[in-house]
């Protein structure tokens, strides 16, 4: 098995702005398209634990679209062969109490239908406003 085969990686960098671009953006339907539509894929966000995709799709459609922007401050993308791999970020958000430093971690796998999301994680770093 092939770790970071260059194509691989490039397939996954030009995967993820999308997925920035959808999340600050709150563009739903392409947030939820990039998740595996199956009841095993998982999301912990900061606040919720999603399991299965009912309940990311509900998450996803009454969360609120204010104050969604971030800068990407760090992006690590790992890859195993041909069809699996982790994309690691380090992101800060300007709030109204300062800079607020979070980390998010995304599993895609291929599958038929393409690249999904089979796991993902966020959190906020605890008491890092600056």
Do not use: C
């Not at 970071?4 to 960098?13: F, H, T």
């Not at 800060?92 to 430093?101: H, N």
Request: cysteine-free; hydrophobic content about 40%; overall charge negative.
């Amino acid at each position: 098995m092939r770790v970071n085969d260059p194509a691989i990686v490039q397939e996954l960098s030009e995967l993820y702005p999308r997925y920035e671009t959808a999340l600050v953006s709150n563009d739903v339907e392409n947030l939820i398209a990039m998740f595996w539509a199956s009841p095993h894929t998982v999301r912990f966000g900061a606040t919720e634990n999603l399991h299965g995709i009912e309940e990311i799709v509900a998450f996803r459609k009454g969360r609120s679209p204010a104050n969604l922007a971030r800068a990407i401050d760090r992006l690590d993308i790992l890859t195993f062969g041909q069809d699996f791999g982790e994309i690691a970020i380090e992101f800060s958000r300007l709030t109204p109490s300062g800079i607020v430093r979070g980390r998010q971690s995304q599993t895609w796998v291929r599958l038929p239908e393409g690249w999904r999301i089979v796991a993902a994680h966020v959190s906020v770093l605890p008491g890092d406003t600056t």
